[in-house]
């Protein structure tokens, strides 16, 4: 069984729609948790970081997570034909784990004009 | 300022022969991180310097890969001899390491790396 799991997609949306990203997780050790987006032939871009549960709000962009289920979520507001990339979610033990990234497989998501 | 860059682009070898990747993080980075993502599969976290130091080196798939960072500056990782398996896309990371807290990993383009 994979530490992260993640819906692959592709996810196709109009527009202007509201994008809702998931991830699950197994390791309860996992403190920091990361949503990175990357388009073709680029590396991850660190989107939205997120310590413990709660949320976190950047502009169209919110982060859940919910620690007691295992679950996070990345919401994209009014989503942009330019918004179309990959998706990573990444988590971590944190500092005294060495800060490795333990990622999804990735969301691909596609938003038509 | 510049990013972390990663040389080459792209590498096409034929199994048994051997391919050293080179990854310069961004100036003034004391961490630097190597991943692999192969097809179909998730990135996966390779090895992890602190300086010239290998932190953590859990994620090396086996004795055929050999990494290396002179000076605590740029990196190298070697593969010899590669297999079939080695192919896929090779990520360096780097992050500063002034903090106790987890910190922003910046990711390099990738290598892409094919072997025949």
């Known amino acids: 069984q994979k530490e992260v799991e993640q819906d692959p997609g592709p996810l196709s949306v109009p527009e202007g729609a509201i994008v809702s990203l998931n991830c699950t997780y197994s390791?309860?050790?996992?403190?920091?948790f990361m949503w990175y987006r990357q388009y073709s032939r680029k590396g991850p871009e660190l989107l939205m970081y997120t310590y413990s549960s709660g949320n976190k709000e950047d502009g169209r962009f919110t982060a859940q997570v919910d620690k007691s289920s295992k679950y996070i979520s990345l919401f994209i507001r009014d989503s942009q034909p330019s918004d179309s990339a990959t998706y990573l979610c990444a988590m971590s033990r944190g500092f005294n784990a060495g800060n490795m990234l333990t990622f999804g497989g990735g969301t691909r998501l596609m938003v038509k004009p | 300022e510049a990013g972390v860059t990663q040389f080459p682009s792209h590498s096409v070898i034929e199994k048994g022969q051997t391919v050293t990747l080179r990854c310069d993080p961004i100036s003034g980075h004391d961490n630097l991180y190597w991943y692999r993502r192969v097809m179909g599969k998730e990135i996966k976290f390779l090895l992890h310097f602190v300086k010239e130091s290998k932190q953590d080196e859990s994620g090396m798939p086996n004795n055929r890969f050999l990494a290396e960072r002179t000076g605590g500056t740029y990196s190298t990782l070697k593969v010899q001899p590669a297999e079939l398996e080695d192919s896929g896309v090779y990520f360096c990371?780097?992050?500063?390491?002034?903090?106790?807290?987890?910190?922003?990993?910046?990711f390099g383009p990738g290598t892409r790396l094919l072997v025949l």
């Open positions: 990371a780097s992050s500063q390491g002034v903090t106790a807290y987890q910190e922003t990993q910046y």
């Open positions: 390791n309860s050790a996992f403190q920091y």
